[in-house]
């Protein structure tokens, strides 16, 4: 997606355009934004249409309307694309704040409505970010692990979640909906992409859960984070038992994959 995003970008654009001109602004915002979502989403249907058979329990849940946080399971770096590959809405995904200042990343990042959160810590303008796209009716995507965990050190395994994902569900009064992936960290290993080779991946998407306004912010963090810990859990098991998936189908490190 990348390549095809810096290919296009300067046929567009001729160059990054200054923050300071009112008009490239404009014409980022009117034009060059939705074209380059338009064309990210059909890379990554056409990518991962190529390359993996998608199984899906849930979809129609993740395409409700309206205002929600997506918050995910992380088990590789194709996580976001293959989620918003199926999802019919558009979702505005935080990313690591580590990505933004590479120029031409955090161009492509910003192109398609990413936007910077930083791992170890509450920041005001990802959290102001945030709730300003949840209440504009838009979809903003997360993992609340913090980055790509796998076996004891997964929430699918038990591990706690981090408190950022119940407290902007709460703050911005948005409900949170719960999405397990299970086999994309197959796509690190290059058998993977052979031709006819299509990896299987599942998917699951659960019932959203309500941010509690009535509750204090405490007891409202915990309720969220109850309820999200139990979703997880569930969609985990839901899909180990409707596809019998097996120990080599679960979540690797991906350096394991890679050597595969």
């Not at 960290?185 to 991946?201: A, E, G, H, N």
């Not at 699951?204 to 509750?215: H, R």
Request: net charge positive; with cysteine; hydrophobic share 45%.
């Amino acid at each position: 997606m990348c390549r095809q995003i810096a290919v296009i970008a300067p046929i567009c654009l001729g160059r990054f355009p200054p923050a300071n001109l009112s008009i490239n602004s404009h014409f980022v915002r009117s034009f060059f934004h939705p074209f380059a979502n338009r064309v990210a989403a059909l890379s990554m249907k056409l990518l991962f249409g190529y390359s993996s058979q998608l199984r899906v329990i849930g979809q129609e849940k993740a395409n409700r309307d309206g205002g929600f946080l997506l918050a995910a399971n992380h088990i590789s770096h194709f996580d976001p694309f293959i989620i918003s590959a199926i999802v019919r809405r558009k979702i505005d995904w935080m990313a690591m704040a580590e990505f933004f200042p590479r120029p031409l990343l955090g161009f492509l990042l910003r192109a398609v409505d990413a936007f910077p959160a930083d791992r170890d810590r509450a920041d005001r303008a990802t959290i102001r970010t945030a709730i300003e796209r949840l209440k504009d009716g838009r979809i903003v995507g997360l993992f609340p692990e913090g980055g790509i965990r796998d076996g004891t050190c997964s929430l699918l395994e038990g591990a706690p979640l981090r408190p950022g994902a119940s407290t902007l569900a709460h703050i911005a009064r948005a409900p949170i909906l719960p999405c397990v992936i299970v086999g994309s960290d197959r796509l690190y290993s290059k058998k993977s992409w052979l031709p006819l080779r299509r990896t299987p991946i599942w998917i699951a998407f659960g019932d959203a859960i309500p941010p509690f306004p009535d509750l204090e912010k405490s007891a409202a963090r915990a309720c969220i984070e109850r309820e999200l810990t139990t979703g997880f859990r569930l969609l985990y098991a839901e899909l180990r038992e409707k596809f019998s998936l097996t120990p080599e189908d679960l979540p690797h490190p991906p350096r394991e994959r890679m050597a595969e």
